[in-house]
């Protein structure tokens, strides 16, 4: 099995409040610092060590990807263009099998919508419940995989909460009441 780690980026500065500052460029606040690099402590505390950590080259995801290695200890950080912000899931998967084995791990820190669509499909959400995904800024969620590019079989195994950093069991997906509350009219 391969480990895989999918990361959101932090809190970024958000793009109303950008001025002139291209999007790429939207550095994590000081709050999504703060919050991530505690995150990153609990995870870290876990003991499970990715063999890799792959970044978007965004600004916000290469910080949140930099903190995530100097909680965990690790000397290097790579950057792939396949996660930059609004690429496809297929041309991931397909370098993460090029350059991962089994029983190997990696990181990959990027942005949603592709956070959110990677965790559809190696979790095998089905399209109906796709829209209860709720993978946060900051939040981390495993999942293994028994080949890639296929993500097949897949068990998703945790994911973390950004902000509690409580540990639960499966994928984050809201609950089916929940979903209901938060698009009735207001």
């Known amino acids: 099995m391969i480990r895989l780690y999918l990361v959101r980026h932090g809190i970024a500065v958000d793009p109303a409040d950008r001025g002139d500052l291209p999007d790429d460029d939207r550095p994590l606040t000081g709050k999504g610092r703060r919050r991530f690099r505690r995150a990153a402590r609990a995870f870290a505390r876990l003991g499970e060590m990715p063999d890799f950590i792959f970044t978007s080259p965004l600004i916000r995801a290469a910080q949140t990807a930099e ?11 790579e950057v792939l263009e ?3 912000a609004g690429a496809p899931v297929g041309p ?8 991962l084995k089994d029983d190997q791990s990696a990181a990959l820190v990027g942005h949603d919508p592709q956070m959110s669509q990677l965790v559809a499909v190696l979790g095998e959400v ?3 419940d796709q829209s209860r995904i709720d993978f946060r800024k900051g939040a981390i969620v495993r999942i293994d995989v028994g080949a890639l590019p296929s ?5 998703p195994r945790w994911h973390m ?5 409580t540990l639960a069991k499966g994928l984050p997906l809201r609950k089916a ?10």
């Open 67 to 77: 903190i995530l290695a100097g909680a965990l200890k690790a000397s290097e950080v």
């Open 82 to 84: 396949e996660l930059r």
């Open 92 to 99: 991931l998967l397909a370098e993460m099998a090029r350059r």
């Open 126 to 128: 089905p399209k109906q």
């Open 151 to 155: 993500g097949r079989p897949s068990e």
């Open 161 to 165: 909460r950004p902000r509690s950093r």
């Open 177 to 186: 009441t929940e979903e209901r509350r938060s698009k009735a009219p207001r």
